[in-house]
């Protein structure tokens, strides 16, 4: 859809153990962003990049890592996951100026932490 | 920093019916403004969205949003409701003048429409 995938699309793992989500895109887009979305919580930014090489943290981003290299590829890490990190993980991507591009959503990633 | 509040968490109303799901953000600046649906199961899409000129914007499947600055909303109505709106409804926020493209949600509301 529109150039970007998110793998796993599904992921059980256990307490403690690091886990990396990885967001693809086509598009050749400056921003990346990674989100969680929790009932009640609607989407919550946990870390977003204008760049490469450049990120920045979001509203809720303890725990959690980012890096990207190269503009394609956006890798949300998890360090030790938590129960608390089970969650459904969006990524997204945009070029400036957004109002242009708008804003285009991966199919979401599925994560339990059990 | 910029919030986005959705006052209704909950809707459930039957088919015809008229919806209006409010959104409030608060940001000081020139924002962009948009509703995303989700449909079960699946990732978001773009239902309408606001960066300039008209207030009152027309979106897909008969939507309709506008924005009031002096009420820092940006409400989203339609006037009758079919089944197939029952979804998840998400309205965001973003500031013009970020070199970043930040974008931030409200809680979303849920919309259930009855047969």
């Known amino acids: 859809d529109a150039g970007i995938t998110q793998s796993p699309r599904h992921k059980v793992t256990e307490t403690g153990t690091p886990v990396t989500l990885r967001c693809h895109q086509t598009?050749?887009?400056?921003?990346m962003y990674w989100y969680r979305q929790d009932p009640g919580h609607g989407l919550r930014l946990i870390h977003y990049?204008?760049?490469?090489?450049?990120?920045d943290k979001g509203e809720v981003s303890d725990g959690y890592s980012v890096s990207r290299s190269k503009t394609e590829d956006f890798l949300l890490t998890l360090e030790s996951a938590t129960s608390s990190q089970t969650s459904v993980y969006f990524c997204?991507?945009?070029?400036?100026?957004?109002?242009?591009?708008?804003?285009?959503f991966g199919s979401g990633t599925r994560l339990t932490v059990v | 920093a910029q919030s986005v509040s959705q006052h209704n968490h909950h809707v459930i109303l039957s088919e015809a019916a008229s919806l209006e799901l409010g959104c409030n953000y608060s940001?000081?600046?020139?924002?962009?403004l948009f509703w995303y649906v989700q449909y079960p199961g699946q990732h978001l899409q773009l239902l309408l969205k606001?960066?300039?000129?008209?207030?009152l914007v027309k979106g897909i499947k008969g939507f309709e949003a506008e924005f009031i600055k002096s009420k820092f909303s940006f409400n989203l109505r339609k006037p009758s409701v079919q089944w197939s709106d029952t979804a998840e409804y998400f309205c965001?926020?973003?500031?013009?003048?970020?070199?970043?493209?930040?974008?931030?949600f409200g809680q979303g509301t849920t919309l259930q429409v009855k047969p």
């Open positions: 997204a991507i945009s070029e400036p100026p957004t109002e242009n591009y708008g804003y285009t």
């Open positions: 598009e050749n887009h400056r921003y």
């Open positions: 990049s204008y760049g490469v090489k450049d990120t």
């Open positions: 940001y000081g600046g020139t924002v962009n």
């Open positions: 606001y960066f300039s000129g008209d207030p």
């Open positions: 965001a926020v973003n500031a013009r003048s970020s070199n970043t493209g930040k974008l931030i």
